[in-house]
């Protein structure tokens, strides 16, 4: 099972507690658009844990509304924004879905030059979406997998990006947040399903059921890695997880990410 910290400065410090190394970094590409600033420092980050850490690569993206947020700092959140995808999808020749397309534009030209570098990633854009509280849920599932679709055929089609294993974060039938079968693209758009904070057999089983048993199914955010050892003696082998920000870790966090380093399923970078 695949070890994964989000953020560079955790991420060396889960190693230096530790003595070993996270082998997936996960980044966040939500000051990269133009509009969010322009920050596009965590490119060199992700080339250079490529490279110099023969590491993997792993991008969430806090899409801040492209317009209509109260706060660009929280305007991915449904209640700071009154961006509303289901109207700007209908009228594609608003000002609001040109400002939609750029941000996807500017995502799309940090991944081309991780491209031009042989560093693949697994992007994982509108996650959480079934819980309703990021705009891009927040009108139900039709809407959001039609936008899934049109960033997945920018960036394959016009932008030409083929480096790029596709996360699909959806929760599991047993959280009661809607049918998954209903948020779910398709296979034929998505290589990876993950969950969030949800690593027990049966939510394992309901997205492999999900997917026909065809794709990884993985962990992309957890405040408590689970031990590798268990999950795969339950019969739930996912391919790997990635704790969240350092920051919001709970009491149990330290412990369980100590643990679950040192398990010796688990693989790290040393």
Same mark, same amino acid.
């Not at 969010?36 to 850490?53: L, Q, Y």
């Not at 039938?173 to 399903?193: E, R, T």
């Given at each position: ?18 003595? #070993? ?15 969010? $600033? ?14 110099? &850490? ?7 993206? *806090? ?6 947020? !109260?706060?660009?700092? #929280? $305007?991915?959140? @449904? ?11 209908? /009228?594609? #020749? ?32 509108? *996650?959480? =979406?079934?819980?309703?509280? %990021? ?16 960033? %997945?055929?920018?960036? @394959?089609?016009? *932008?030409?990006? *083929? ?21 779910? +693209? ?14 027990? !057999? &049966? ?10 048993? #065809? !794709?990884?199914? =993985? ?5 408590? +890695? ?10 739930? +082998? ?11 870790? /709970? !009491? ?6 100590? =643990?679950?380093?040192?398990? +010796? ?6």
């Amino acid at each position: 099972m695949f070890s994964g910290q989000t953020d560079l400065g955790d991420a060396e410090w889960v190693e230096r507690q530790t003595g #070993k190394a996270p082998v997936i970094l996960a980044l966040d590409f939500m000051s990269t658009p133009k509009s969010m $600033g322009g920050d596009t420092s965590n490119t060199s980050v992700a080339i250079d844990w490529s490279r110099k &850490r023969n590491g993997i690569v792993a991008y969430q993206w *806090h899409w801040s509304s492209p317009t209509g947020a !109260k706060d660009r700092n #929280k $305007g991915f959140y @449904t209640n700071s924004t009154t961006f509303d995808l289901a109207s700007v999808l209908a /009228n594609r #020749k608003s000002s609001d879905y040109a400002a939609m397309l750029a941000d996807i534009d500017d995502i799309a030209a940090q991944i081309q030059k991780l491209r031009d570098a042989n560093v693949p990633v697994l992007f994982r854009p509108l *996650h959480e =979406a079934q819980g309703g509280w %990021f705009w891009w849920g927040s009108k139900g599932p039709k809407a959001c997998v039609e936008l899934y679709k049109l960033i %997945f055929h920018r960036m @394959t089609g016009v *932008h030409r990006l *083929h480096n790029i294993a596709w996360v699909w974060n959806v929760y599991p039938a047993s959280q009661n947040k809607g049918n998954p079968d209903d948020w779910y +693209p398709g296979n034929d758009l998505v290589d990876v399903v993950a969950t969030d904070y949800l690593q027990g !057999k &049966r939510d394992y089983d309901d997205l492999v059921r999900l997917t026909g048993g #065809k !794709k990884l199914v =993985a962990i992309a955010e957890t405040m408590n +890695p689970p031990s590798a050892q268990q999950c795969f003696a339950d019969g739930a +082998p996912w391919a790997y997880w990635v704790t969240w920000a350092r920051r919001d870790w /709970n !009491k149990n966090s330290v412990t369980d990410v100590v =643990a679950a380093m040192k398990d +010796p399923l688990t693989l790290t970078s040393r």
